[in-house]
């Protein structure tokens, strides 16, 4: 640990603000206590998401400068596709906006009532994506996926006999996995089961596409922790990968390095024209679908950096220094700490707050309180129900913690152990929330709050 350094130094900076306890209250309190209604300028470290807020390097930058701008035949979508042809292995490649267009795009091509598309987990656009269509979006993580306390190496496998047995039913026009399992913790998925799920796809005569979006994590997980890997480059892993499938879907917003962007890759040609005329309607013509040139080219440069190989170390490891030095105030986290994010177990954090109290938002608010910093709720405020004024709580109470790509520093991470520690003095204290207007779906980003 001690010898991995940010292996980059900084061009550009963006000053931060801090603020005082009592500004940061008044925030709090006409934000109606939901973070997502606080201005970004309000938040010292910003751990939202890690998708659009990756720091871009010099020679993205520089890309931006020689992006072409034609509308058709781009010179920066032929890099753009050349590069994703050649890591992921794929003959068609379709720009998107972000990761959800290519979702929408698919899912209108194979989706439809009666029909079931497994997963390890959907996330939640995709989910969305999937039953909007009609069909049912099936997860089917392991065991150990779903338990906070296993530290299975790879909680993103998909169990293998669950899936046969959906398979059987025949009602799935594709298969998923998602690389790394973002809804299950940024948990990797082994290249044996990626092999073994392709085998049964493949046996059902079923199309195998890969939901992306943190596929260099992923492989570099496979490289620190499964056997014959250790020797092999990240990008050699990616390409053994992806050569298992037969598309993917990816949000360039994560392992792209990008602000924006996403594509949809098929091999078949059938449907990738399919794709390509529903492109046209919502996102653009197919050598720009829903990006400018200058993206598309920023977007080639970034898919190779992230595959550096001092980069996806350092990475990691920057996740586990902020479980770390969570665990030095006796947080529980989801373990092991995955590839972007770090998942805090609110529920024993407050385990004097009932689950009607909504303690995952109660440790989000106090975080800000505490120290200006944004993560968010994974739990009954976003997928908890209201059922005739009565609340029905999520399975868990989850805080998720997520980096932004090569944004904060070490310094930055301390600060946010010094203010968990805090926090956990005197946890006891904490009160709960409960809510006073919400609307009937996605109700967590609007949803206003008040405490108890
Ligand atoms: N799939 C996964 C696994 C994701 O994590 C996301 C986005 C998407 C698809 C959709 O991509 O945002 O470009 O449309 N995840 C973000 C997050 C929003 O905060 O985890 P998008």
Known sequence: ???????????????????????????????????????????????????????????????????????????????????????????HVIPTHQGRAAEKILMSIVGGAGKVIPNNNHFDTTRANVEFSGAEARDLVIAE?????SMHPFKGNIDLEAL????????????????????????????????????????????????????????YFIKEREEGYADKTPREIAKEIF?????????????????????????????AEQARNLLILTEGFPTYGGLAGRDLEALAIGLNEVLDESYLEYRLATIRYLASRLAESDVNIVQPPGGHAVYVDARSFYDHLPQSEFPAQALVCDLYLEGGIRGVEIGSGMFGRCVDGVEVPADRELVRLAMPRRVYTQAHV????????????????????????????LRHFTAWFEPV
């Open 1 to 91: 640990m001690s010898e991995i350094i940010e292996p980059f130094r900084i061009k550009v900076v963006e000053p931060i603000r801090r603020t005082t306890p009592e500004e940061r209250t008044e925030i709090l309190k006409r934000a109606h206590y939901n973070t997502f209604l606080i201005d970004a300028d309000d938040v010292l470290i910003d751990l939202l998401t890690d998708s659009g807020t990756s720091a871009m390097s010099a020679a993205q930058w520089g890309g931006i400068m020689i992006g072409d701008e034609s509308y058709a035949g781009s010179r920066s979508f032929k890099r753009f596709e050349s590069t994703i042809q050649e890591i992921f292995g794929f003959k």
């Open 243 to 271: 050569s298992y499938a037969d598309g993917a879907t990816m949000s360039l917003k994560k392992d792209g390095f990008g602000n924006i962007g996403g594509f949809l890759a098929l091999n078949d040609d059938a449907m």
């Open 145 to 149: 996926g779903r338990d906070p306390a």
């Open 164 to 219: 046969e047995a959906t398979l059987k039913q025949g009602t799935s026009p594709i298969g998923m996995i998602t690389i790394t399992n973002n809804t299950g913790g940024g948990q990797p998925v082994s290249m044996a089961n990626i092999r073994a799920v392709s085998a049964l796809y493949r046996k059902y005569g079923v199309p195998f596409i890969i939901d992306s979006c943190r596929f260099a994590e992923n492989a």
């Open 414 to 441: 301390n600060y946010i152990g010094e203010v968990f520690a805090r926090l956990a003095a005197k946890r006891h204290e904490a009160r709960g929330l409960k809510i006073v207007k919400q609307a009937p779906i």
